[in-house]
């Protein structure tokens, strides 16, 4: 049986921060620090309105009339976000009645939960209606997953260079339009401190740390899914989707994960006389004297062409959309996924029965590798999604509003602000009820 994705919609926050003209300036700093070291143009921020469940919501119904689907073809919704704002009830029921708004049927025989962990839960959400799908618990129904965050650091933390907000929804299903996700898996975890959100709205964060537990774990699982399927070679795969919390991390990633699938392959050999060979463990007296041999070929080996080519084919497309909008933490690794198919799909390539590897990664830690292959209608997928048109229709901050914006999702913060933009058929947070319950309404 084949299983996978059957269609995929994205949901910005409404509003943008250029982060080279507004944001940089504003807090004293370089713009090439943005574009060049963290690749990143732009980020996504909800407006008032808007918040988890909206942004949920209405990427699903978009999803939903797109594919002409109703409640009733829908056996189960999984959220995965690392915003939620209760501990108790899930977001998927929020989601479910905003839905229900919308709909005449229900979601009353939907088995609907929350996943956390960080950001590769969405990864995991796929996971569960997989399995779901594969054990024959479906009832020939489709399973709905959605990852929701809105991004936000504290003020002036280094993290508020990454902020993002937005929602991917994805439909998963028996004989899929768009990707058939393989069985095979590798993972790579271990019980870290390096992002974490005890109680607390904004994470604490360890930066510089981040970024090395993110490379450990995710070649961990490297190195567990090629324990699975055999060697990787770097062309075995048109497009290589990974958690994208900033274009300038996957950047670090794809040199190692290069090295690693160029060991011991003609590659190597052809590199040898510009390059020399890779360094082998077994040369060195020390750890640190192969790390540091190891770090001077990783240098070189991403000067050379044939890096640059690859890098450009494979990694550059999936961070299109990234560079845009920012971290979207849950939803990352599969708006890297869309940015990679959009992009072929506009230059004309034909991905049928290509493959994906698809990294996903969360904090905390855990990474993990999966392989896609590509259906026969992933262009007609692709091209029913309205990105560009989302992106370009955000409403510009100045810095002076994005203060305003900040506060008005902040917890903590007793703020009353207007919205920016008018919402139009969507729906939107209206309020609270009396148990402290969040409310919504569609607006026409
Ligand atoms: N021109 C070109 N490049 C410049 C530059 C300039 N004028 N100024 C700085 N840079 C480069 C730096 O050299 C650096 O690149 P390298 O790492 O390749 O050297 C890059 O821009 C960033 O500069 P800094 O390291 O000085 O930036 P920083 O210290 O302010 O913080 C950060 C960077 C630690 C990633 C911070 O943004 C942060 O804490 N982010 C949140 C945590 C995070 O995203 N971690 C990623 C892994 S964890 C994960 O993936 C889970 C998740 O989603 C959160």
New binding site residues.
Partial sequence: MTVGIDGIEVWTGKLRLDLAETFAPAQG??????????GLYASSFPDTYEDIVTMGANAAHRLMDRKGLEPEDIGRIDVATESAFDNSKPVSTYVGGCLEQVYDGDFHHANKGERKF??ISGTQSLDDAYNWIQAGRNRGRAGLVIATDT?L?ARD??????QGAGAVAMLISEDPDLVELSAEQGYGSADET??LKPQQQF?S????R??Q??LARMREAIEDYESVVGKIHPDDYVLGPF????P??V??AAALAYRHFSRDTEIEVSLAEEIGRQPRREAFDSDEAFREAAAEYTDALTDTDTYQEWYEDVIEPTLKISREVG?W?TG?VHVARVAGMKHALENGQNLTGERMLVGS???G?QAEFHAETIQAGWAEEVGAMNVDEQLADRHELSFEKYERVHDAHNHDVESDVDRFTAPEAEFVFDGWGRMGERKYTYVE
Wanted: net charge neutral; proline share 9%; with cysteine.
């Fill in positions: 700093e370089n713009p090439g620090k943005y574009t060049k070291g963290l960080a950001c991004a650091y933390d280094p993290g508020e260079a990454t390096d992002f994470p964060v360890d930066g510089k981040s970024v537990v993110y958690h994208t919390p900033f300038g991390m950047r670090k971290n933490y990352s990664y969360g904090s830690a």
